[in-house]
């Protein structure tokens, strides 16, 4: 078993069909580098991003995130969700709102007042 086997399947977990996928190649050059065949560097990267083990090309400030399934983990630990970044997507949409929206009732209640 060649190293390049050892990193798809037990580092990144992924069959040669899944592989060959993920990096837009047929089962034939990935089953290469299985024996022994240069895995080119953009498709290491791809497979290593794939399993969540590096995220840092994205910008450095994705430093210590990952993924672990459909699950993007923070630095801390702390699990994000596809609906968890929806709602504090909103959140933040909404805080944005009020605060456009906050000059206008100002006006609003200081007319009442009078």
């Given at each position: 078993m060649h190293e390049n086997?050892?990193?798809?399947?037990?580092?990144?977990?992924?069959?040669?069909?899944?592989?060959?996928?993920?990096?837009?190649?047929?089962?034939?050059?990935?089953?290469?580098?299985?024996t022994g065949n240069p895995i080119p560097p953009e498709c290491r990267k791809l497979m290593m991003i794939h399993k969540g083990l590096d995220l840092t090309p994205i910008s450095p400030s994705w430093n210590g995130w990952r993924i672990k399934g459909n699950v993007l983990i923070a630095p801390n630990g702390e699990d994000m969700s596809e609906e968890r970044l929806m709602v504090l997507a909103l959140r933040q949409q909404e805080a944005k709102l009020a605060d456009r929206q906050r000059p206008f009732a100002w006006y609003w209640e200081k007319r009442r007042i009078r």
């Open positions: 086997e050892i990193f798809r399947w037990f580092t990144c977990g992924l069959s040669r069909e899944q592989t060959a996928e993920l990096c837009c190649k047929t089962v034939r050059t990935v089953t290469g580098w299985d």
